[in-house]
């Protein structure tokens, strides 16, 4: 059986290409809703209704185990899939979030932490980053900022214009004094480098934590992980091809990829 990457976009693969990087004996698929980005500005019943859509499809396709990189799915729909849809369909399978494993990137070390968090209205609206940071260190102090111009940037060829965009919204972060700026939706992982180079703050980027966190998870749970089938395959599905999503895909996956449309019901 696969292993299952989510995203309401092709911002994910940037998180499925480094998994795949860090664990490529698996077999993997991934799924882009490409026809409905973003879910940003979604409700949360219309999120989870998408996302339980999803979810159906990648299991349906043989997925043991899904990891949900959509930040916004993350923050709106991990616990009710978890605790509704999965007994309910699927009890022998697993659905994973990002956010929890890099909020406890971010915590690592304790302590007193000043910690920024940059990521779409709605995660930053759902209070999902706050509420594990705050978990892991109940001592950290937490400011969030909202950055919805970023994403249409990133997948509308607008890399040119982000710098004094990218600069105003990290701003408020380093003026509230944050040593670390975690990057709370999966399209910045290619902002990382962009941002170290405006700041000296530790910067948490989703690509460089979660693989870590899934190979660690596997082995602390055999009985998910003896379930993985072991031939190196990768699939790319999405619901909507154009153009420019073929050249997103590339700056994301950092290869050249097939994607294959298909219809979510």
Same mark, same amino acid.
């Given at each position: ?56 499809? $990648? ?131 290619? $902002? ?74």
């Amino acid at each position: 059986m696969k292993i299952g990457v989510f995203d309401s976009g092709l911002g994910g693969l940037a998180i499925a290409g480094a998994i795949m990087r860090r664990l490529p004996q698996y077999d993997y698929l991934y799924l882009g809703d490409t026809k409905r980005v973003p879910y940003g500005g979604r409700s949360q019943e219309t999120i989870h209704e998408f996302t339980s859509q999803a979810l159906t499809y $990648l299991f349906s396709h043989d997925c043991q185990l899904i990891i949900l990189a959509c930040n916004t799915a993350s923050a709106e729909s991990l616990r009710k899939s978890q605790q509704e849809y999965l007994p309910r369909h699927y009890p022998d399978r697993r659905v994973l979030g990002v956010i929890i494993p890099t909020a406890e990137a971010a915590c690592e070390g304790g302590g007193s932490e000043n910690i920024g968090v940059l990521a779409t209205a709605s995660t930053v609206e759902s209070g999902a980053y706050l509420r594990e940071l705050k978990r892991q260190n109940a001592d950290a102090e937490v400011s969030q900022v909202a950055a919805p111009l970023l994403v249409p940037l990133l997948e509308n060829q607008g890399r040119k214009y982000l710098a004094p965009v990218l600069e105003d919204y990290i701003k408020p972060l380093l003026e509230h004094g944050v040593n670390k700026i975690v990057l709370g939706c999966t399209h910045y992982c290619l $902002l990382k480098e962009d941002i170290r180079e405006m700041t000296t703050v530790k910067v948490i980027s989703q690509d460089e934590v979660v693989p870590a966190k899934l190979a660690d998870y596997l082995s602390r749970h055999p009985e998910i992980e003896s379930q993985l089938s072991r031939r190196g395959s990768r699939e790319y599905h999405v619901t909507d091809i154009t153009n420019g999503y073929q050249q997103l895909a590339r700056e994301m996956s950092g290869e050249a990829i097939e994607l294959i449309k298909v219809v979510l019901t």
